[in-house]
């Protein structure tokens, strides 16, 4: 670097961008990948110069950076072109949340901000900690994480230890540790084969289509198909290796995983009625409106309770009426709602 610390950084990935936010040193970006989506404000701040594998390299000359943040071997013809321009540059490799905390102390490093970022990166691990103490003694779900649909990819390393760490057990642990995902390509076969109590989908910035995941051949029988377990959380919370993952993405999963643990009675465990979420009376009242056997249609529920007793298992999508029509609107209660409701075994009204 021609100073230090440096005034004039491009980040080329969205994790470096956010923590250089959380430092307070966001006054020295001066471009960001056209990702970066975090914090909020970054949008309307900092110029645009780069994709994930492509970037407008004259732009980022015309920025005079005195250091580029690049992120992975997929970057490296971008790094070799701003090398060879004379720029310095700073590429991370890491695949995992020891990698994740040592990128945080490194960015802090870099710009003369040692204190700040060792708190940062304590604060994180501290929180890791609380997190896999709270699901210790609770029942492990068992996870596919789907980072890509065609081919089916499986989760990377850091994403697989925040299922861990939020009680989750990885159904492709062994894949994890695979830098590149081609190396992580399972067939759909082996996916029903694991068996996965949830499944949770972020396709790389495309929308996750959970029926089209739930309609693929063979997979009605997956668990986490049958219980309507199938969750999407955002690319920019989970795929980006750095503090999103470790607060609203590890967040995201630790909620898809308490849902799968709630309805004890749809997977045989303990008797159904001592549950960690107790059913409001608007939620009751919702309940009741649900069918056993059949559907009723979702525009004539309370909106406001559909998602939540959806992921908490109270309430499954029926896909197609009794005469075989395909619906997409149609709900039925659960066997663990019907017990949440009537403990006594009264029938459903």
């Given at each position: 670097?021609?100073r230090?610390?440096?005034?004039?950084?491009?980040?080329?990935?969205?994790e470096?961008?956010?923590?250089l936010?959380l430092?307070?040193?966001?006054?020295?970006?001066?471009?960001?990948?056209?990702?970066?989506?975090r914090?909020?404000?970054?949008?309307?701040?900092k110029?645009?110069?780069?994709?994930?594998?492509?970037?407008?390299?004259?732009k980022?000359l015309?920025?005079?950076?005195?250091?580029?943040?690049?992120?992975?071997?997929?970057?490296?013809?971008?790094?070799?072109?701003?090398?060879?321009?004379?720029?310095?540059?700073?590429?991370?490799n890491?695949r995992?949340?020891?990698?994740i905390?040592a990128?945080?102390?490194?960015?802090?490093?870099?710009?003369?901000a040692?204190?700040?970022?060792?708190?940062?990166?304590?604060?994180?691990?501290?929180?890791?900690?609380?997190?896999?103490?709270?699901?210790?003694?609770?029942?492990?779900?068992?996870?596919?994480?789907?980072e890509?649909?065609?081919?089916?990819i499986?989760?990377i390393?850091?994403?697989?230890?925040?299922?861990?760490?939020?009680?989750?057990?990885?159904?492709?642990?062994e894949?994890a540790?695979?830098?590149?995902?081609?190396?992580?390509?399972?067939?759909?076969e082996a996916?029903?084969?694991?068996?996965?109590?949830?499944?949770?989908?972020?396709?790389?910035?495309?929308?996750?289509?959970?029926?089209?995941?739930?309609?693929?051949p063979?997979?009605d029988a997956?668990?986490?198909?049958?219980?309507n377990?199938?969750?999407?959380?955002?690319?920019?919370?989970?795929?980006?290796?750095?503090?999103?993952?470790?607060?609203?993405?590890?967040?995201?999963i630790?909620?898809?995983?308490?849902?799968?643990?709630a309805?004890?009675?749809?997977?045989?465990?303990?008797?159904?009625?001592?549950?960690?979420?107790?059913?409001?009376e608007?939620?009751?009242?919702?309940?009741?409106k649900?069918?056993?056997?059949?559907?009723?249609?979702?525009?004539?529920?309370?909106?406001?309770?559909?998602?939540l007793?959806?992921?908490r298992?109270?309430?499954r999508?029926v896909?197609?009426?009794?005469?075989?029509?395909?619906?997409q609107?149609?709900?039925?209660?659960?066997?663990?709602a019907?017990?949440a409701?009537?403990?006594?075994?009264?029938?459903?009204?």
């Amino acid at each position: 670097m021609r100073r230090f610390p440096p005034e004039r950084i491009v980040c080329l990935t969205e994790e470096t961008v956010e923590t250089l936010y959380l430092l307070g040193e966001q006054v020295r970006i001066v471009g960001v990948s056209g990702y970066a989506v975090r914090p909020s404000q970054v949008r309307g701040e900092k110029p645009r110069v780069s994709a994930f594998t492509s970037a407008d390299i004259l732009k980022i000359l015309a920025l005079d950076p005195d250091l580029v943040l690049a992120f992975s071997d997929l970057q490296a013809d971008i790094v070799a072109e701003l090398v060879r321009a004379g720029v310095a540059v700073h590429a991370f490799n890491h695949r995992d949340v020891a990698g994740i905390l040592a990128m945080i102390r490194t960015v802090g490093a870099l710009v003369g901000a040692n204190g700040r970022a060792e708190a940062l990166a304590r604060g994180y691990e501290e929180r890791l900690v609380r997190v896999a103490a709270e699901a210790q003694g609770q029942p492990r779900p068992r996870v596919f994480f789907e980072e890509w649909d065609e081919p089916l990819i499986s989760g990377i390393g850091w994403v697989s230890e925040l299922v861990r760490v939020a009680g989750g057990e990885d159904v492709f642990p062994e894949l994890a540790a695979q830098a590149a995902a081609k190396d992580r390509i399972v067939a759909p076969e082996a996916v029903a084969a694991a068996a996965p109590d949830v499944i949770l989908a972020s396709w790389c910035g495309k929308k996750v289509v959970p029926a089209r995941i739930a309609a693929r051949p063979g997979w009605d029988a997956i668990p986490a198909v049958r219980a309507n377990r199938i969750t999407e959380i955002k690319s920019p919370l989970i795929l980006q290796p750095g503090p999103a993952a470790l607060t609203d993405g590890l967040d995201a999963i630790v909620a898809a995983l308490e849902a799968a643990r709630a309805p004890v009675a749809e997977s045989g465990g303990g008797d159904g009625r001592h549950r960690p979420w107790a059913l409001s009376e608007r939620h009751r009242a919702v309940l009741r409106k649900v069918p056993d056997d059949g559907w009723v249609e979702g525009s004539r529920l309370d909106g406001r309770c559909l998602d939540l007793l959806l992921r908490r298992g109270w309430i499954r999508r029926v896909h197609a009426d009794p005469q075989g029509r395909a619906r997409q609107d149609g709900y039925q209660r659960t066997s663990a709602a019907r017990l949440a409701l009537f403990p006594d075994g009264r029938p459903s009204k």
